[in-house]
């Protein structure tokens, strides 16, 4: 009898201290953080689809009746709804998940668009692995763009590493091929394979990339986006995903001044596992991806 007085008084209590969020005080304050989600280069489709969840999450919602500062409330939504995207990118180390695969050679493509830092990404990947005790041979299956050859020559080279091409124009599937087969008989771990990096609309690449696909079957299908490049890398994530099949990805030239809306938009698209983030031209320059290091890169511009 007593408990059932007091429940009630709490009930009166909550009612006049606490009152529910409306969809209208909301409208501002989300078209204004919409507006801060496209300024950091977050596609528009994803900002909309980003702010609609936050409204359904937010309405009704029940909040003090006096000092409640919707904003902040809004923006803690906010952050706690890109870092769940951003978390979706979260993996192992890429030497762990090599040494856990039973596979030898251990056998990695990578696509990307030209110049997004592709070649200089895997020469990156070449060293992270061999400081890591990991024998590593790199393939040329970009046999089509002038200078291809020589750049990731001069990268095996420097890294102290076999390179395996053939001349240019000839078949990308073949030369990745040979690369393996050469691993198999040196008893090297890793094959990471370069391919032709032309405007990911290209019909030809993609038929050539899926071939490579098709030949050699790899562990890993690595896309390289670049962070800059804002709505465009979502964008290619689609396209190469739907076309030849995305397993991981890496961002590069995280160091420039990016506002991390493509890392959001692709992985909101994609929910792939980033392995890396290339943050320099140097080899030393890649770091293991961190969700929460985005965020605040996000929130704080
Ligand atoms: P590819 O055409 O995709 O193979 O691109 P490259 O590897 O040739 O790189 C294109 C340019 O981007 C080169 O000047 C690289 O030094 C540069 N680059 C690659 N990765 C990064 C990075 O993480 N940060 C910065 N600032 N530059 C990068």
């Not at 990947?125 to 020559?153: H, P």
């Not at 032309?198 to 962070?227: G, T, Y």
């Amino acid at each position: 009898m007593f408990d059932k007085i007091k429940s009630k008084f709490q009930g009166i209590i909550q009612r006049l201290s606490e009152r529910e969020i409306k969809e209208y005080e909301l409208n501002e304050i989300l078209d204004e953080f919409m507006y801060s989600l496209i300024e950091s280069d977050v596609s528009y489709d994803t900002a909309n689809h980003i702010i609609e969840f936050i409204k359904r999450k937010l309405i009704g919602r029940s909040i003090p009746r006096f000092k409640a500062n919707l904003k902040d409330i809004v923006k803690n939504v906010v952050k706690e709804v890109l870092l769940e995207i951003l978390i979706s990118g979260r993996c192992d180390d890429l030497y762990d998940t090599i040494l856990s695969s039973a596979k030898k050679p251990y056998v990695i493509v990578f696509f990307g668009v030209n110049g997004v830092g592709k070649t200089t990404t895997i020469a990156k990947i070449a060293k992270y692995l061999m400081d890591k005790g990991l024998k590593v041979v790199l393939a040329c299956s970009d046999t089509f763009r002038a200078a291809a050859i020589e750049q990731l020559k001069y990268h095996a080279d420097k890294l102290g590493i076999r390179m395996i091409s053939h001349q240019y124009g000839a078949d990308p599937a073949a030369v990745a091929y040979d690369a393996i087969e050469h691993a198999k008989s040196k008893g090297i771990d890793v094959v990471l394979i370069d391919t032709a990096g032309r405007q990911h609309s290209n019909v030809n690449l993609m038929e050539e990339l899926r071939k490579i696909v098709r030949v050699v079957q790899p562990d890993l299908k690595i896309l390289v986006l670049d962070a800059l490049t804002g709505n465009d890398a979502v964008t290619q994530a689609r396209y190469f995903n739907d076309n030849v099949g995305v397993d991981a990805l890496i961002f590069t030239k995280v160091d420039a001044d990016i506002k991390g809306g493509a890392i959001i938009s692709v992985l909101y698209e994609l929910k792939k596992p980033v392995f890396f983030l290339g943050v320099g031209q140097r080899y030393s320059d890649l770091i293991r991806y961190n969700a929460q290091e985005i965020l605040d890169m996000i929130i704080n511009k």
